[in-house]
């Protein structure tokens, strides 16, 4: 029983020891934080000056280090060395603060401590004198989450608090933040980590731990850290535990649910060369293999992201950081696709995200997202069509696949057609008319249609009148100084007077509007719909675009625009 009880005793002990890599090698100075450059430089020159902020507010994606930053802060003020931008972390107050114990320095959690009792209880502390350190500092962590009684609370503190205060703020919604609140503090935005550099970063650590890993391993690490040094250690504290004796590609990968970029390659050649059958196989053997399907579209974009780069700039293939099959096989995928379909492939993948996240089965949801990609590059581009009719060739398909090069998306393409000529009406309706000074008085406007007075009250800028007199004006009769009428429907009751007053100011001569109970011409509204349709149905019925709306089932014409 009491060796029973050692050894339970000792594997508690083990436990208790050990400490997640992310808490085990968190930066304790300056030098040691990685990725953020701009912070350092800025914070080393203040405190060697002098020139100490009463406030600092971090702000970041979540494990970029605004906490340990927070933290250093504190260190660096308080150090029996300091302040220094190199804390000693041998000294009392140095070994205090790294062990959350330091009591002049408070660190409150936002999120659980949101009221604004939180915030006075902490003022109350303010007016007091340090203990120990050389200065109070307080850092509150998400600060974001402070309801609204609780900043104001805050702010007369903020902006005038004692010489022996310092506040550290720290926030991954910025945005949230007041403004009042922002502009009392100076402003850090720490960066995402690079991806070389969280991978190096990683290998160093692990050569600390006795602990091998491919390169390719922490690449992979890196890359679903997304710039967050504390998730990239949490992914590798996971790997290791899945594979002590060392880390593999391949169970890492396994591990992160990704699949192999070779495969993912060879999925992306058989979407573009229209190859259901081996489309359909490689998704299965990803599903058989534990592959998410959100994670195979994300690898899908990236692939897609990379060939576009590629395409604009051939020197992107050079990268050597890029693994040599990428550089070769990427290389000869983006020189026979068109720019045309990578933007299609990216809009579709992309709308695919949103659909699979939202799916009963993601897995089905996927399969026809790229179903769909797969039929989308069967089709040639609306230039390649325009082309070909031109040519007198007739349209085929395939316009999209890998050997031309071509494609373009189906369903509702927004194609507008150029040409045609204007109705007749239409032009009579709605054309800007020439309005001359007479020359003999320099005041009188000539107006010989019923246009021209339309034109003169847009020349006029009298957009309220102009639109009553386009939408509810039948002009029945045309005379020099009287035009009769017949209003539509609706029509504003002081119309009439006020044509007949603003064409007598602007024309220095008198005009008689009268009203009549003949149909008149339709209102120049009624005019331009009948135009547009006649137009639309012209352009509709030319060979070109009849054959485009053949080839492209869905497309509308949604706009006509003339050549310049």
Aim: proline content about 4%; glycine content about 8%; overall charge neutral.
């Amino acid at each position: 029983m009491a060796k029973a009880s050692d050894t339970s005793a000792a594997d508690s002990k083990h436990d208790a020891a050990y400490r997640v890599l992310a808490r085990k090698y968190r930066p304790q100075n300056f030098a040691q934080l990685k990725g953020q450059d701009a912070l350092v430089r800025t914070l080393s020159n203040a405190i060697e000056t002098g020139r100490i902020a009463h406030a600092f507010m971090l702000t970041g994606v979540r494990g970029v280090g605004k906490t340990t930053t927070a933290r250093i802060i504190a260190r660096a003020l308080n150090c029996e060395q300091g302040p220094t931008v190199n804390p000693c972390g041998t000294c009392e107050q140095c070994k205090a603060i790294a062990e959350d114990r330091h009591v002049d320095v408070l660190e409150m959690d936002a999120a659980s401590h949101t009221g604004v009792d939180n915030i006075r209880d902490l003022i109350d502390t303010v007016q007091y004198a340090p203990v120990s350190g050389r200065y109070k500092v307080f850092i509150i962590d998400e600060v974001h989450m402070l309801s609204k009684g609780a900043f104001n609370a805050l702010l007369k503190t903020l902006e005038e608090p004692p010489l022996h205060v310092k506040f550290v703020f720290a926030t991954t919604e910025i945005r949230k933040v007041p403004v009042t609140v922002l502009s009392r503090c100076q402003r850090f935005d720490l960066r995402r980590i690079d991806a070389g550099l969280l991978e190096s970063y990683f290998g160093e650590l692990l050569v600390k731990e006795n602990v091998k890993a491919e390169q390719g391993a922490l690449a992979l690490v890196a890359r679903a850290a997304d710039g967050s040094a504390r998730d990239g250690l949490s992914l590798l504290d996971q790997a290791i535990s899945r594979e002590p004796q060392g880390l593999t590609e391949t169970a890492v990968r396994e591990m992160l649910g990704l699949v192999d970029r070779s495969v993912t390659h060879d999925l992306y050649e058989a979407l573009m060369k229209g190859d259901t059958t081996a489309m359909l196989a490689l998704l299965d053997t990803f599903y058989k293999s534990g592959a998410d399907p959100i994670q195979i579209l994300q690898d899908l974009l990236e692939l897609t992201h990379y060939l576009t780069k590629v395409k604009v700039s051939p020197d992107a293939a050079r990268d050597q950081a890029l693994p040599e099959a990428e550089r070769v096989r990427g290389a000869g995928i983006a020189q026979v696709l068109s720019i045309p379909v990578l933007t299609r492939n990216w809009q579709m993948l992309l709308k695919g995200v949103s659909e699979v996240q939202h799916a009963l089965r993601p897995q089905q949801a996927l399969e026809m997202v790229l179903i769909r990609l797969v039929y989308a590059s069967d089709q040639p581009t609306p230039g390649d069509v325009l082309k070909q009719l031109k040519d007198g060739s007739t349209v085929s398909a395939g316009g999209g696949a890998m050997p031309s090069g071509g494609g373009a998306p189906r369903g509702n393409t927004i194609m507008r057609a150029v040409g045609g000529s204007q109705n007749s009406s239409q032009a009579a309706a709605v054309s800007s008319a020439v309005i001359a000074t007479d020359a003999d008085t320099g005041l009188r406007i000539a107006l010989n249609s019923f246009a021209d007075v339309a034109a003169l009250f847009a020349e006029k800028r009298d957009a309220l009148t102009h639109a009553n007199i386009v939408n509810y004006v039948h002009p029945v009769k045309f005379e020099r100084g009287h035009i009769a009428i017949r209003l539509k429907d609706g029509a504003p009751q002081t119309l009439i007077g006020t044509l007949s007053e603003k064409l007598g100011l602007w024309t220095g001569e008198r005009w008689i509007i009268s009203t009549s109970r003949e149909a008149g011409a339709p209102t120049m509204a009624e005019q331009r719909d009948v135009a547009i349709k006649d137009e639309r149905a012209e352009v509709t019925a030319s060979p070109i675009v009849s054959e485009v709306l053949k080839v492209f089932p869905g497309a509308k014409i949604v706009e006509i625009r003339k050549k310049p």
